[in-house]
Each structure stands twice: as C-alpha cells, then as structure tokens.
C-alpha cells in the first residue's frame, strides 16, 4: 500500500500559518488587531460588484487586467505596462520572490518588517540575511548593502513599527545597489510621503500597493506592483495565467477611481490616529511615532501580553507579539472614534 | 545609475504566456475556443454576489475559506480538513508543485496533457519527465513508474484529447506508486465517472476540481483539492495567507450547493456533445470520443490551420494547436446547440 507522499522538507520543517484572530460570525468585538480601515468601501465598488452578470462570470478573466492596468496606470500618472496585478499584495510579493530569486541567492531586509518575507523566501530555497534597523527606525543602507543579496524588501511605512523611510534615503540606497528594491508601500495611503517618483528614475525599484487597508478591501485580496515594463513582463510569466478574478477587477476599478472617498477615509484615520497617540500618551504609554494605520505602543509599567488577554477578554481584540523587542508593546489598529474610545475606556489607570 | 536587476536565468528563458483569444469587449463572436460552460452560472450565485455588503470586503476573509470546506466536504462526503480551496485550481497545481517538488525532483506526466506542468515546474527547477500515451489514449502506467518521479500529475479527463482513464487503471498506478498522483479532474463534471473514492483507499491521491467548467465560473477563479489531510495541511503552509476572496467564497458555495442547477448544464452540454460529434462524423471528421465540453476532431483531408483561420474570419473561434499529432485536428469547444449549429453551418463540404 503506499504511504503518504513525501513533501519537501523545506515545506515539512515550515511552522503552519497562524491567522490572525477573527471573531466568529455574529460575535460581537472590537477588532483592532489585523489593520483593517475601519470605514466601508466606496459605495461605487457595491456598485460595480451588484452589477456583476453570468456572462462575465462564464467567461475567464482578462489575463492581466488590462482594464485595471489602465485606470491604475492614470491615477498613478504611469504607464499600463509598468502594472502587475495580483491577488493581493502577498501575491504579488511571491511573484517577484520566484522571478528575482532562485535557490541559493539572498534576500535581505531590515528587522522587524513583515513576517511574510522570509516565508516566501524558505518556499524558493533562498538564503535570508536580516539586518537591525538604525536608530530611530532608520533604513540600515550600507549593512543592507553588506550583504550581497540580489533583493531587498521592506515595508514602509514599516510594520509592526509604523514608521516611514525618507524617500531620499530609500534613493540612496537603490542608486547604490544592483538588484531588485522592493518597497512594499501597503501603508502608504496614511503616510505623508511614498516612494512612486522612484519608479521613474530608478529600473530596480519595485513599488508594491494593495487595496486591503487604504480602499477598505482586505476581503478583496487585489493589489499591485509597480515597476519598469522589462520586470512587470519578466513577473508576468511566473504568475498564474488568470490570477485576478473578473469581480474584483471591476472592484478594484471603481475603488481605485474614487479617490475622494478614499482621502476622505485616509484624513479620518489620520485624525483619529493623531488623537489615539495623544490619549495614550496621557496615560503614560511610549508610542512611536506612525504613517500607518495603526499604533505601537509601550505599556507603562510593562505586563503587555497580560493587557492584551484583559483587553480580548472584553472583547476587544489587539496585537501582541511575543518577541525581543517587541513583548512589552501592543500594536493597535486606528478603530472609528467609537472603538478608540471603548479601548481608551478599557485600559487601566 | 543601476541597471535593470537581473531576474533567474530560468525565468528569462521562459517564454512568455499567450493567453487564449479573448473577444474584446463589444465583438460579436461564436467563443468555442477555452472551453468555458456555455451555460451561465446558477442564478444563486449571483444572489451570493449581490448580497455582499461593506463589512464583507473590508474584514480579511477566512484564511482557509472555512465555510466553503464545510459545503464542499458535505457534497463530496469527505470531511473538511480534506479540501484545500484556491484561487482556481490553477493555483492549486501550482501549490502542489511548491509543496512535494524542490529543485530536482522530478515531475512525470503523460504527453500531451494540461500545457500548465512543465511552467510550474520550470519555475520550481523541477526535472520534467513526459511519457507518450499507451494506444487508445490509456494511461501508460509502467513507463510512468520507470521515471523514478516524486509527482506524476494528469488531466482526467484529458486536454486537449476529451479522454477519460477508468478509476481502476487510475488505481492501479496509484497502488504500484510512492509518490504524489495529482489527479487533474477540471473536466470531470461532464464525464461518466471519476476518481473521488481513491482518495479514502490512497493516501497518495489528490483530486482537483474547479468551478471554472462545470460550474460556469471561469471569471471567479476558484478551485481545490480533496485529499489526506495530512497533505492538505502540508499545502496549507505554502499558499498565500489569504489565498481566497470573501465573494469568490461566496459564489463558490452557492454554486457547489445548487448540485440540482450544475447537472441540468452537464446534461445539456452532454447532449449537445453528442450531437456535435455525430454532426462531425457524418461531414467525414474523426472524433476522438469526449467525456468533457469539448471535442478534439481531425478535419477531414487535412488544412486545420486553414480552416481555423477561416472560421475566425467568420466570426467562430476555436483552438488549433500547431504541435505533432495535433496539427490536423481542431478542439472545438461544445457551446449552445445555437452556437454550435452555426459552426457547423461554416464548415465546409
């Protein structure tokens, strides 16, 4: 009788994926642990996603979007060929990992950034070389530049610290070094600077977006890369030959043409953002400055993963990660002005 | 200044991928070229669709689209933990791939079958081992043994050919074989039997299914796998976190659950396939004998080519492939009797 088949031991030796948690449906909490915008999508997406018919479901999808390739090429005042789209931006993270990267060659990045990179990198069998963040959540330029990789990944703004790299400092490092840069830019929409202008000037930087945090559409899983036309052809082979389903191109489209409801959403947050940091820092707590969506922040007098179990017990979900650096911090998704409220109203003291 | 950032010698040498011939928006043509369901979907999964609300698309959807598993495991009396959903089944192979095959491993399959293989293994720096098959289109069983593969995948039924391995032959490599048998069943709605019940006797069975044919889906990409859970676990960690969207689980389910709506298309499109092929027989054409929605038929006294380029002209496309053995034969899509009248109509003779 044959056995079970035998995986790779890569794949065999992997730690299964732990989701964030996700309240059961019907449960009632506050949920400010996954980074989701608090406000609903456009109305315009609703729109274009009731307007679905059988036929557009029969048929396969465009193969790479060509529809928004063009709307997003506009709004981003670039060419369509400098679009990939994908099925959310880990997606299109995987893809320039298997494009860029064969077994052996060696990603870099700065530590802490988002956990996904090294996942990614395990899979294609490639060597992982992570350098600290300077002082002040500085981008590491001549260590990452040190060690030789053939990419470099980041996120910025970062996370899980919510701080944004100049783009004069991210220029400096791309003019300096021979492969692919990648900025993975999920945050951007709340932060005062991006990284686009460098797409122009600079054939191996890598801008990649998403629409699960600034368009509201994390249950969507649609974003993007954008690049010189040469690496968006050379990822467009080793992509799946229809990766973005028909419904969520004409999502994406609609979210990605109402940017004025989309602002509206980015300066709430903003906003509310602004007033979660001032409210905590009242009540003793450190936190970093952030560009992002969310807050780190130091719980006074430590006991971190202690609030954070208070905190879920009243149903109130937060992150907590349980590692050097990071143990005596909860990361804290900006909520609407009510759920700010309900976890200000929760914390002690 | 940097260059353009180099991308894997094998990715480079990839040549790129040609999707099949879309109508663009607005053209009026006869479409029997990628063998979609010429069907529309359950009017149930549109009502999935058009119930999505806000809320839906702005929370992250279930990681392992949990409520789909559930559905799909009832149906197929399997239990949950043995369905592995993906972003089509596309994806699903290529998660196979990624899991059971690192560089060098070797990947066998029959010749010719689903073109999709050999550029997932490519990307994977698998070896590629192919094995004509034996006469009759019947699975060449001793020679795929001989290749010393880790995986040996095949569509069942098969493209382009329409043909379909019993279950016991099926069995019968399964039972003499270590590895990973990917069982390829996309098309299998439309045949007489299929391959399911292997997967409680054979651990080393996967089945994969799609929606894009049998379910009139293509435009939703959604697939998956039933097999060992231990194997679906497995593959669980190499897929994207959120590999899913909330709406594509959605209409998935509501269509899975409308089992009444999906056999009234697979009737009618068995019908119309035996039609079609008599249809052909009698203007001289040989028919390989399908168990799928399409026919693989040798155009009498040679010039496919010819007449594929004059049926397009026409309005009427279908698939020629310019390869041995199949440069004298067109698959022909099964469409509406309508649709298929009207190819039958522009043949010649």
Known sequence: MPRL???????????????????????????????????????????AIHSVDGEHLRRYPSPQADAFRATAAAVHGVSADMILAGNGSDEILAIAVRTFL?????????????????????????????????????????ALLATGARA????????????????SRVREL?????????????????????CLALVHELPNVMI?????????????????????PALVAEMSKVKDSYNCDAIAIL???????DQAYARTTW??????????????????????PSQTNFVLATCPGGGAAALYRELKRQGILVRHFDKPGLADKLRITVGTAEQNDALLAALPG
């Open 5 to 47: 088949p035998q995986v790779r031991t890569i794949v065999s030796q992997m730690a299964p994926y732990v989701p964030g948690e996700q309240p059961a449906p019907g449960e009632r909490v506050i949920k400010l642990n996954t980074n989701e915008n608090p406000f609903p999508p456009s109305p315009r997406v609703l729109e």
């Open 102 to 142: 064969g077994p052996g060659d060696t990603l870099a990045y700065p530590d802490p950034t988002y956990s996904l990179y090294p996942v990614l990198a395990a899979t294609c069998e490639n060597r992982v070389v992570t350098v600290p963040w300077e002082t002040g959540w500085e981008l590491p330029v001549a």
């Open 208 to 228: 990649c977006r998403t629409f699960s945090k600034g368009y509201s559409l994390a249950g969507l899983r649609f974003g993007y890369a954008i690049a010189a």
């Open 267 to 288: 300066r709430a947050v903003r906003a509310e953002r602004s007033r979660l940091a001032g409210e905590l820092g009242k009540r003793g707590w450190e936190v970093i």
């Open 152 to 167: 470099i990944f980041f996120a910025n703004p970062n996370a899980p610290t919510g701080t944004l790299v100049r783009p």
């Open 251 to 257: 999502a994406a489209i609609a979210a990605i043409e």
């Open 174 to 194: 791309a003019l300096a070094f021979d492969g692919l840069l990648l900025v993975d830019e999920a945050y951007v929409d709340f932060a005062d600077e991006n």
